[in-house]
């Protein structure tokens, strides 16, 4: 079984930074794509960034110039660099990757960390 704990989320005011890290964890061969989701309140998941097997980057455009979405292939692990923070950045962020687990190519989500951005 492959688990992914998220940390990093909190508290901000407008314009400040926060950096998400994601760790998988368990038997695995491989991780392909990485990325980062948000459910903002009242609203559905909604892709914010993602980085290929080769690290490249694929961002929302509201994310473009603010986030920088990178992996450290040693540690299994993603993180997502915030600057800039905007209130409308508030939500739900959710780690994911497509991991070669002992059953075949398989979609991992963490449990999400909340992300507030206040005035």
């Known amino acids: 079984q492959v688990q992914l704990v998220e940390s990093g989320g909190g508290l901000v005011l407008a314009g400040g930074s926060l950096r998400l890290s994601c760790a998988a964890s368990?038997?695995?061969?491989?991780?392909?794509?990485m990325g980062w989701y948000r459910r903002a309140p009242g609203k559905e998941r909604e892709l914010v960034a993602t980085?290929?097997?080769?690290?490249?980057?694929n961002y929302v455009d509201s994310a473009k110039g603010r986030f920088t979405i990178s992996r450290d292939h040693a540690k299994n692990t993603v993180y997502l660099q915030m600057n800039g923070l905007k209130l409308e950045d508030t939500g739900v962020y959710y780690c994911?990757?497509?991991?070669?687990?002992?059953?075949?190519?398989?979609?991992?989500w963490g449990q999400g960390t909340q992300v507030t951005v206040s005035s």
């Open positions: 980085i290929s097997s080769g690290g490249s980057p």
């Open positions: 368990g038997k695995m061969f491989s991780i392909n794509t």
């Open positions: 994911n990757m497509y991991v070669m687990a002992a059953t075949g190519w398989v979609t991992y």
